[in-house]
């Protein structure tokens, strides 16, 4: 057997254990995210979100099937957690991720309502810099114009939450196809417009329905009763 044959062998060897390593590395990564999200949506049905949020994010990298990952993070955030910064963080990497994904649309609605959520909760002590509020006030003029125009409708409802919730129920009685919800703990609109419509999109139909009985739509009212048109 001549040197430059055995040197041949040698190097066919290494080739097929590197091959073979680099695969079950592969598998081994792919197994552990796996178990990883699969915990993580088992901590989020208990309601332990905290937990969840940790096993999400020891799941991420920078791969397109992380776009999956961001988006449930996005939504805990958003109808769990009512924190509508961290959750635009999450919807954002979804779109970068996965423009064209089977979220696409909701999340790109979702980034809308978030970014007016924010710029209606702004104070001298923001929980955003100054520069991305300036860009977030550009971005979303007409709607932040739709809701101070609103605004004075939302007003006069504060002192009138028991006298609206008995037109509300009086309301939904007369139209045959609305539906009426009670607010739990951490809904907003876009997480209700999702409950019942499979979707966040339709969440000012759901505002507009109710207008009289919602002074702010980011806070909504535990215990309040909502008309789902």
Request: glycine share 4%; with cysteine.
């Amino acid at each position: 057997m001549t040197k430059d044959y055995r040197i041949a062998i040698a190097s066919a060897w290494l080739s097929v254990f590197f091959a073979c390593g680099f695969l079950g590395c592969d598998r081994l990564t792919s197994s552990r995210y796996t178990q990883l999200t699969q915990d993580a949506d088992a901590k989020s049905e208990q309601g332990d979100f905290e937990r969840a949020i940790n096993l999400y994010e020891a799941a991420l990298d920078d791969s397109p099937r992380c776009a999956e990952i961001h988006y449930k993070l996005a939504l805990i955030y958003d109808d769990k957690l009512n924190d509508p910064v961290s959750a635009l963080h999450h919807f954002r990497r979804c779109l970068a991720l996965s423009p064209n994904g089977a979220h696409a649309n909701d999340v790109k609605n979702s980034i809308k309502r978030d970014e007016v959520a924010v710029l209606t909760s702004l104070s001298g002590d923001s929980v955003v810099t100054r520069a991305e509020a300036a860009r977030l006030r550009n971005e979303n003029l007409d709607l932040r114009k739709q809701l101070e125009a609103r605004s004075g409708t939302w007003r006069s409802a504060l002192d009138k939450s028991q006298a609206s919730a008995a037109r509300s129920k009086k309301n939904a009685s007369k139209k045959g196809g609305s539906r009426t919800y009670v607010v739990q703990s951490g809904d907003t609109l876009a997480s209700i417009s999702r409950k019942f419509y499979k979707s966040s999109a339709r969440w000012e139909k759901i505002l507009d329905a109710n207008k009289e009985n919602i002074p702010n739509p980011a806070k909504l009212k535990v215990g309040q009763t909502l008309i789902i048109p």
